[in-house]
């Protein structure tokens, strides 16, 4: 049974920054890249980047490019997504997911957690 838990969230202003956590654990993820998507209300969830196995990233929407950055603690099973300069479109419910590609498509990821709040407020 794989678990993805993620921690982090909450309210900032604008032009703060917040730091995402998605630990993973039930298995071994030695070829699996993990990968953030967020889903604000009314709109589609959407691809905010993806880290491979092996370090490698993969970006996401031009939106966050420049201020979300993605990278893995010292324990492979832990992915983390750095958000600064924080705006209010940036509000949504961001997801962590375990996929082998690691690309942009929400069919490819297999494992998702079950989400976290960020709420930028002006």
């Known amino acids: 049974q794989v678990q993805l838990v993620e921690s982090g969230g909450g309210l900032v202003q604008a032009g703060g920054s917040l730091r995402l956590s998605c630990a993973a654990s039930?298995?071994?993820?030695?070829?699996?890249?993990m990968g953030w998507f967020r889903q604000a209300p009314g709109k589609e969830r959407e691809f905010v980047g993806a880290?491979?196995?092996?370090?490698?990233?993969?970006e996401g929407v031009d939106s966050v490019k420049g201020r979300f950055t993605i990278f893995r603690g010292n324990a492979k099973n832990t992915v983390y997504l750095q958000m600064n300069s924080l705006k209010p479109e940036d509000t949504a419910v961001y997801y962590c997911?375990?996929?082998?590609?690691?690309?942009?498509?929400?069919?490819?990821?297999?494992?998702w957690g079950q989400g976290t709040q960020v709420t930028v407020s002006s």
């Open positions: 997911a375990l996929g082998v590609s690691g690309d942009y498509r929400i069919r490819s990821y297999d494992y």
């Open positions: 039930g298995r071994t993820f030695s070829t699996y890249a």
């Open positions: 880290i491979s196995w092996s370090g490698s990233i993969r």
